[in-house]
């Protein structure tokens, strides 16, 4: 470790671009700097940092958005990073979350000039959900610049976005599931851009889903084909490893495996481990390895929370044991070795 700096608030979700670091806060703080307190409760958004000095980031400035950010994702374009940030909301009497809410703010971040950033749009995808009990936001949006499109997870819905100008994303497709989606928390492109991956949070990561009183197209995948710009769905993936009752387990976060010609995914389940599975036949998407600590020994949320592949290697998180680094062998995945990605993030896809 070459250096640490004290800035609490949640969510704290993190990306990089270039010397650039942004950070989500979904916690009203007395105010935007680090040192801010917990009350009064008048501020929540976006955190710049610079880190090209990484034995001393410096913190350059703040964005203030409403309800906050959850998640957020990176467009870059040109010399400016346009920041889509995800907030649910709103929030009945508080004075950083008013209703209506717009489901999506867009932050404008001139890399010459990043302490002069400041939201630029607040496009309301959904016009007929306000002050509706759907009227909550988003939880993920992913961005595939390359593509000039975006797919964003909204609880209740899975929306396809055009994002050919930036500024101004234009829903070309919405999707509903309430049969057996009950929270769309993300979403991943393959590496052609021609299916998307939505995933379903089914009890938001607290409950055993994966188990056999729950169906395997609920708290599961869905994947879907994109066919002449629009979204078809072909089939469900969840893992067929039967949980304990004890044991928290739901479809997270994940990312691609860098396999030409295959569509391949690295997932955690919580509790139910690390996947890894294979849709390149949509309607019928399989589970071609795992790893799974087993049942952990006390009460409480545990497992892994995020599983991505990075130039040769698994990195999951988990809540309780930390960071595990795995290595998959298969004659399937093993060509993704020769595949060298100079950065990652994986809410925002670069093609391989």
């Keep these: 470790m070459v250096s640490q700096v004290s800035c609490p608030a949640q969510q ?39 880190v090209s000095d990484k034995n001393s980031p410096r913190f350059i400035g703040a964005v203030q958005t409403e309800c906050g950010s959850h998640t957020h994702t990176m467009v870059p374009a040109g010399e400016t990073l346009y920041v889509y940030v995800s907030s649910p909301g709103p929030e009945p009497d508080s004075p950083t979350c008013p209703a209506p809410h717009e489901l999506l703010q867009i932050v404008e971040i001139p890399l010459g000039a990043p302490e002069t950033a400041r939201v630029v749009a607040k496009p309301d995808l959904f016009p007929d959900r306000a002050n509706s009990d ?23 819905d899975g929306v396809l976005l055009d994002i050919s100008d930036p500024v101004n ?70 893992i067929a490893r039967e949980q304990q009752p004890s044991e928290n387990c739901v479809a997270h976060n994940g990312s691609l ?9 690295v997932q955690s389940w919580y509790q139910g481990g690390v996947s890894i599975w294979d ?30 592949y990075y130039n040769g290697y698994i990195y999951s998180s988990d809540i309780r044991a930390g960071l595990d680094v795995l290595k998959i062998d298969d004659p399937l995945t093993d060509p993704a070795a020769k595949v060298h990605m100079d950065d990652f993030n994986v809410q925002t896809q670069k093609s391989y």
Aim: proline share 7%; glycine share 10%.
């Design 279 to 308: 849709f390149t036949d949509s309607s019928a998407p399989k589970e071609i390895g795992f790893f799974d600590r087993g049942p952990y020994p006390g009460e409480g949320i545990a497992g892994s929370w995020s599983a991505y």
């Design 169 to 238: 994303p234009r829903v070309t497709q919405r999707l509903t599931d309430t049969e057996n989606f009950q929270i769309w928390h993300s979403a991943t492109f393959n590496n052609d851009g021609t299916k998307v991956v939505f995933s379903d949070e089914l009890g938001g990561g607290n409950q055993a889903t994966c188990d056999r009183n729950t169906p395997p197209t609920k708290g599961a995948n869905a994947v879907y084909d994109l066919v002449n710009g629009r979204l078809e769905r072909r089939g469900y993936f969840k």
């Design 12 to 50: 704290n979700d993190v990306t990089i671009h270039g010397d650039l670091l942004v950070l989500s806060i979904d916690e009203p703080r007395s105010g935007p700097e680090c040192d801010a307190a917990d009350s009064p409760r008048a501020w929540e958004g976006l955190r710049l940092f610079d």
């Design 134 to 156: 759907y009227d909550s936001g988003c939880h993920d949006i992913t961005a595939y610049p390359e593509k000039n499109v975006a797919a964003a997870a909204c609880f209740g």
């Design 257 to 265: 495996i860098p396999v030409p010609g295959k569509d391949v995914m």
